[in-house]
């Protein structure tokens, strides 16, 4: 199994900057793939970004190219979310998550974090 801790959530106002953290112990050797999802009230969850371990490739939602980064840290199985001009359309509940394909799709992940809540306001 794998276990996954988010932190970094909170207030910002629109334009700010927040970097979310991703920790994940257990069998990570197994999941390659780290993804960064969020799910706003009475929506889907949509998938944000995702990094593979094994070559660093990144995928992001054309919603936040250019706006947010997704990283390894130097700690072993720490991947952050870097989030920069937030938009009050960013506010959701983000979910870091792991799997084996390289993809925005929840469906292809299989262990999940418990979530941190990003609101962007003024």
């Known amino acids: 199994q794998v276990q996954l801790v988010e932190s970094g959530g909170g207030l910002v106002q629109p334009g700010g900057s927040l970097r979310l953290s991703c920790a994940a112990s257990?069998?990570?050797?197994?999941?390659?793939?780290i993804g960064w999802f969020r799910q706003a009230p009475g929506k889907e969850r949509e998938g944000v970004s995702c990094?593979?371990?094994?070559?660093?490739?990144?995928y992001y939602t054309d919603s936040v190219k250019g706006r947010f980064t997704i990283s390894r840290g130097n700690r072993a199985n720490t991947v952050y979310l870097q989030m920069n001009s937030l938009k009050a359309e960013d506010t959701a509940v983000y979910y870091c998550?792991?799997?084996?394909?390289?993809?925005?799709?929840?469906?292809?992940?299989?262990?999940w974090g418990q979530g941190t809540l990003v609101t962007v306001s003024s």
């Open positions: 257990g069998f990570t050797s197994k999941y390659p793939v």
């Open positions: 990094i593979s371990s094994n070559d660093g490739t990144t």
């Open positions: 998550a792991t799997g084996r394909r390289l993809t925005l799709n929840r469906y292809d992940y299989t262990y």
